[in-house]
Antibody, heavy 121, light 111 residues
Framework: EVQLLESGGGLVQPGGSLRLSCTAS????????MNWVRQAPGEGLEWVSA????????YYADSVKGRFTISRDDSKNTLFLQMNSLRAEDTAVYYC??????????????WGQGTLVTVSS | QSVLTQPPSVSGAPGQRVTISCTGS?????????VHWYQQIPGTAPKLLMY???NRPSGVPDRFSGSKSGTSASLAITGLQAEDEADYYC???????????FGGGTKLTVL
């Protein structure tokens, strides 16, 4: 059974940093692209970032480019999102989502339960 | 403002058919990129409902169907049931943004 478990969310001040993790199980993690998708309170889904299988390629939404960094540790079946220079508008539930193949132009077939990031003073 | 445009809400009575549209542009749906659909029950994570425009993952009832034409796609739900009440999102890839894009979401109410 595929499972994705996010952690690392919490309350952070504007300008601060946070590192999210997503631990995967139930599939060969290194073979699949992984994504971060966020959802602000009461709002829709926003794709944040993607990383190809084996970490060869990374992609970012314009809204986070230069501030967020996606990475993966295939030896630990873990996906990361390093978030710096956080702003109030980054407040959201952050979901880890598995691509259904190694490339990034694929549907997201499994999602974690999400972790809440709140940026506020 | 989402790159893909969906109606904010749709509604229908039990047993009826509803459709949800998803309109894009020449850099996403119109460029030939596939459209995928997700169902999100409030308070839970999204679930893949349709992939590759018209393919249902295992376990999704055949009451759900998808189509794509030109710069738009549609999700149809027949035989509406109370359990279908949820938010629905379309997703594709945008070549000018070099990333995935979602529609703004459509709230389906079963009357």
């Amino acid at each position: 059974e595929v499972q994705l478990l996010e952690s690392g969310g919490g309350l952070v001040q504007p300008g601060g940093s946070l590192r999210l993790s997503c631990t995967a199980s139930g599939f060969t993690f290194s073979n699949y692209a992984m994504n971060w998708v966020r959802q602000a309170p009461g709002e829709g889904l926003e794709w944040v970032s993607a990383i190809g299988a084996s970490g060869g390629s990374t992609y970012y939404a314009d809204s986070v480019k230069g501030r967020f960094t996606i990475s993966r540790d295939d030896s630990k079946n873990t996906l990361f999102l390093q978030m710096n220079s956080l702003r109030a508008e980054d407040t959201a539930v952050y979901y880890c989502a598995k691509g259904d193949f190694g490339g990034v132009i694929v549907p997201f077939d499994y999602w974690g339960q999400g972790t809440l990031v709140t940026v506020s003073s | 403002q989402s790159v893909l445009t969906q109606p904010p809400s749709v509604s229908g009575a039990p047993g009826q058919r509803v459709t949800i549209s998803c309109t894009g542009s020449s850099s996403n749906i119109g460029a030939g990129y596939d459209v995928h659909w997700y169902q999100q029950i409030p308070g839970t994570a999204p679930k893949l409902l349709m992939y590759g425009n018209s393919n249902r993952p295992s376990g999704v009832p055949d009451r759900f169907s998808g189509s794509k034409s030109g710069t738009s796609a549609s999700l149809a739900i027949t035989g509406l049931q109370a359990e279908d009440e949820a938010d629905y999102y379309c997703q594709s890839y945008d070549s000018s943004l070099s990333g995935s894009v979602f529609g703004g979401g459509t709230k389906l109410t079963v009357l």
